[in-house]
Structures are given as structure tokens and as C-alpha cells.
């Protein structure tokens, strides 16, 4: 129904949507420019194996620093760059920086390292997304077996026939596919097992709360065992605290992502961090 609406151009405006819409049409010419400018750079956020507290990999994340130094959120400028269509090139270029990372640091010696690299919807959706995929491994020399691509429950949850076709597909490639931001959508059992996917990300919100008081029937400890059951592996994210990450291993979850082990740094950071870490685990 929105869509035809959109479609014969009927849009109904109030006061403060003329104010919301102009500030997004200045946060895109914005954002289009800081591009341009290379105010744009990805950081790496260091993903754990819980047992024995090796990084094992690491997730690439944007960032978007202005001439005056302030930071903006990626939740507030992505779906500005969505909206707009500049997520096609600005997807392509992460994609490109994250697996040239990911070259950088396995000539530096960590040959188990894993990269998982987010992907919007309308990035994914494109015609020409398995192409950019392709050519950005070729490119970059960047070993698809360690490549994971993040896409997130919601986009998992619309048109399930193109999503399986696009994974099988997006599989051929050799990347993994790892579902994010997991337990806030409603995917049935019936149709997760149908989707080629090797890894479920646990919402933060999720893990924040293993550590309120009724811990008996946790989402996360459903997530878990659901990996368990369909043979995937199951990483947490946000895990902010010592006591989270026990009760996280306690449950069976073998990987965690957070401020706890590493907040998201520079490639030249990330580089230091690793080489302190001597003992880096396999992944
Ligand atoms: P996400 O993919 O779920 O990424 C995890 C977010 O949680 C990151 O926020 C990360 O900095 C944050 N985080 C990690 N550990 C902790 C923790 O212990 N506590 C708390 N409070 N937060 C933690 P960030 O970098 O602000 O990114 C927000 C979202 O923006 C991402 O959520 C992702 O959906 C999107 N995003 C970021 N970079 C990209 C990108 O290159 N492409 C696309 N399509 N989306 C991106
Ligand atoms: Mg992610
Ligand atoms: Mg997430
Ligand atoms: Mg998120």
C-alpha cells in the first residue's frame, strides 16, 4: 500500500516531516561529500573465542568522522546512505577495505583470522551484488573461507524465496554467511533450516539481559541451543561484562564480541593488538 502511494507520488507531509525530511536530503549531500573527502574509515572490532580468550576474528565497522571531529552513528547516517543509494558504492568500498585488511593481517601472520563484513539490504539486493562480491575477493586476494558476510535477521525475514536462492548463490562464492542481530525477528525453525547460513550473531539486547533476574528461559539460551540443534555456531555481541561471558560459556556459546574484550579500532590498532595477543587462537 506505501508503495503505491510512493508510486503515484502521493505523500502527505506535516510540518515536522518537511523538518525531518530536509535534515536527511542535508545528512545525504553530507555524507556523499564526506565519502568523497575520505572522512569515511572502517574500524575492526576483535571477535572472542570464549574458552580460551583468543581473538579469532573481527568485525569491520564504519565510521564517519566530520571536519569538526565529531563522530556520527552508523544507525543514524546507514540508512541515510541506504535511502539514497550511496550504500552501493559505500558497501563496495568497505568491502573492498575490510578484505584488503584482511590480506594485511595474514601476511602479518595470523593465518586463522576471520573478517565479517556487514551487509545492507539494498547492498544485497542489487543485481550486481555477487559480482561486486567476487571481484572484491579476486581484487583484494582476500581468502573467501575466512570472508563472513553479516546480514540481519529482519532482512532475512522478507521475500524468503529470493533470500535462500541469494545465499546459495552468495555460498558458491566460498564467503560464510552469519545472520546479525538474532532473537529480534521471527525466524521459524523450519525456514532458518532452509537458509544456507553458518553462524547466528545473539542480539546485544539479549545478552544484556542473561544478567537481570529471571535467567530460567533466556532468549540467548535459546539461540544458543538453536545452534546447537541446526549445527551452527553462535557468537554474542555486546558482551559488556566479566559476569555475561561467564554465563555465556556456561550456556554453551562459544564466541563473543564486546566492549569487555575490545572496543572496534583501527586497522594500525587492531595490527598492535593482535601481535600483543602472541597466543592467538585458531579460529
Ligand atoms: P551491528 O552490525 O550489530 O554492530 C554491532 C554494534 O555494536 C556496533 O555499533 C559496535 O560498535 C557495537 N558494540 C560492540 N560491542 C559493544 C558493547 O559491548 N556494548 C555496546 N553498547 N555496543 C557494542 P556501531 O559500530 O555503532 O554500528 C551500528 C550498526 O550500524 C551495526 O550494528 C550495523 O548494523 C551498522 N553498520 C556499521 N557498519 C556498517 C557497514 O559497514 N555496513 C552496513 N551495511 N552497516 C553497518
Ligand atoms: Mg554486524
Ligand atoms: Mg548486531
Ligand atoms: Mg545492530
Not at 555486546?238 to 556456561?250: C, N
Not at 550456556?251 to 574484550?261: E, R
Request: charged content about 20%.
Amino acid at each position: 500500500r506505501a508503495k503505491s502511494q510512493q508510486r503515484a507520488g502521493h505523500f502527505y507531509f506535516s510540518r515536522s516531516m518537511g523538518v525531518e525530511i530536509r535534515e536527511r536530503v542535508r545528512m545525504m549531500h553530507a555524507l556523499r561529500t564526506a565519502f568523497g573527502q575520505n572522512q569515511l574509515f572502517v574500524v575492526y572490532q576483535p571477535q572472542i573465542d570464549l574458552a580460551t580468550r583468543r581473538p579469532v576474528g573481527a568485525e569491520a565497522l564504519l565510521r564517519w568522522q566530520t571536519p569538526d571531529g565529531k563522530f556520527i552513528s552508523p544507525d543514524r547516517f546507514i540508512p541515510i546512505a541506504e535511502y539514497s543509494g550511496l550504500i552501493i558504492d559505500l558497501g563496495e568500498w568497505v568491502m573492498r577495505t575490510a578484505c584488503r585488511e584482511l590480506v594485511d593481517l595474514r601476511k602479518a601472520g595470523h593465518q586463522n583470522f576471520m573478517m565479517s563484513i556487514n551487509v545492507s539490504q539494498v547492498q544485497f539486493r542489487h543485481p550486481h551484488f555477487l559480482e561486486m562480491l567476487r571481484k572484491a575477493l579476486e581484487d583484494t586476494g582476500a581468502p573467501p573461507e575466512f570472508v563472513e558476510l553479516e546480514i540481519t535477521e529482519s532482512m532475512a525475514m522478507e521475500e524468503p524465496d529470493l533470500l535462500i536462492k541469494m545465499l546459495a548463490q552468495i555460498k558458491q562464492t566460498g564467503v560464510s554467511i552469519a545472520i546479525d542481530d538474532f532473537g529480534t525477528g521471527f525466524s521459524s525453525l523450519s525456514y532458518l533450516q532452509r537458509l544456507q547460513i553458518d553462524r547466528l550473531k545473539i542480539d546485544r539486547a539479549f545478552v544484556t539481559e542473561i544478567t537481570g533476574s529471571a535467567r530460567g528461559s533466556s532468549i540467548a539460551e535459546m539461540v544458543i541451543q538453536l545452534g546447537r540443534n541446526l549445527g551452527l555456531a553462535v557468537i554474542a555481541e555486546g558482551v559488556e561484562d566479566e559476569r555475561q561471558a561467564q554465563i555465556l560459556q556456561a550456556l554453551g556459546c562459544p564466541l563473543a564480541q564486546g566492549f569487555l574484550f575490545a572496543r572496534p579500532m583501527t586497522a594500525t590498532a587492531l595490527n598492535g593488538w593482535l601481535s600483543n595477543d602472541a597466543l592467538e587462537g585458531a579460529a
